[in-house]
């Protein structure tokens, strides 16, 4: 594996692969790689001759007081992981070869930026901004053929694939399911703020989706309910969340009863680390709902059903 800093850099080394008709896969990432990581850059690998991963901490991305600083940061490790993964190119630029001095342009996508996580007393439309900003600009320097994205930031899928749709962009979007630990946690780069006690707290993000899970696979359509049972672990951990909220998994919009893809998706505070997870919930009539990807959320507190898909291990 070479990590180039330039973008000059990257498209000489990928010239020749280009040239030889080799398929390009690209996965964007900020860096503190974990097995969500690694499984983005397994599915690249799979589909595409080359593998490019983009390491770097978007500042456009991070709201003041947000955790731009101590965001953790070790290239090293990263490069090691990436490597043991088969990537080819670590492109990992400076700030200043991002947004070079005079910078003054944003790529936007309305709409889809207003709620959940958009919402203006959250993260604000301008996070977005940030992500699409720094997504149009990475598919343009290294113009894959396909780029990956995790369900983990369901929102920040949907947008991308909106943008890329509106702009023409010519990769393709691919996004891969969330992995989580053997206990359900969703893995994230921010988990490395939990102290033990609040690790425990964060399992109740996925014991939340797992309750609305269980409910809608007991028959259960309107959102009462399965937001009832969701709120009540959180309530248990004593986490509260910043948003606890069923939309439409197409386009966002408010929902008030499960009917064919509906996402669930949660957003809390806990200690220093400020964690989002999600499920898609599918209401099937007279059934239960499969799982997105094939993986519950569910942690112990989920109630297996004979309809259920056999439990596979998670990784
Ligand atoms: P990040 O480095 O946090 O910006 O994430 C880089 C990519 O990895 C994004 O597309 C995320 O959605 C994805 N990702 C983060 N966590 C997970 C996870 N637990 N499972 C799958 N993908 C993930």
């Known amino acids: 594996m070479r990590t180039v800093r330039t973008v000059a850099e990257l498209r000489s080394a990928l010239g020749a692969a280009r040239g030889a008709g080799r398929t390009v896969g690209l996965v964007p990432t900020m860096g503190g790689f974990h097995a969500g990581h690694l499984s983005l850059m397994r599915a690249a690998g799979k589909e595409n001759d080359v593998v ?32 043991a993964e088969a990537v080819d190119l670590l492109f990992a630029p400076s700030a200043d070869e991002v947004y070079p001095a005079g910078f003054s342009t944003r790529v936007t996508v309305s709409g889809l930026t207003d709620v959940l996580d958009g919402d203006p007393e959250r993260r604000g439309a301008a996070h977005f901004a940030g992500v699409t900003t720094v997504v149009a600009k990475l598919l343009n320097m290294v113009g894959p053929d396909a780029a990956y994205f995790g369900q983990k930031d369901a929102q920040q899928a949907l947008v991308i694939q909106r943008m890329a749709r509106d702009l023409d962009l010519p990769a393709r979007i691919e996004v891969r399911p969330t992995v989580r630990e053997p206990d359900g946690l969703a893995l994230s780069s921010r988990n490395a703020y939990l102290e033990p006690l609040e690790r425990e707290r964060a399992l109740s993000l996925s014991r939340a989706l797992a309750a609305a899970e269980a409910t809608v ?56 680390a400020r964690l989002i997870d999600n499920t898609v919930l599918r209401a099937h009539p007279g059934g239960t709902p499969p799982h997105p990807g094939g993986k519950p959320p569910g942690g112990p507190t989920r109630k297996r059903s004979s309809g259920d898909p056999p439990r596979k291990e998670r990784t």
């Open 217 to 272: 696979g007991g028959g259960e359509r309107s959102a009462g309910p399965l937001l009832a049972a969701a709120h009540a672990e959180l309530e248990r951990a004593g986490v509260e969340p910043e948003y606890l909220e069923l939309r439409s998994a197409t386009d966002l919009s408010p929902v008030e009863r499960v009917n064919g893809s509906t996402l669930l998706a949660v957003a809390a505070r806990v200690g220093r």
């Open 52 to 83: 490019v991963v983009s390491l770097f901490v978007n500042p456009a991305q991070f709201g003041p007081g947000e955790d731009l600083d101590s965001y953790p940061r070790d290239e090293a490790a990263d490069a090691a992981l990436a490597e």
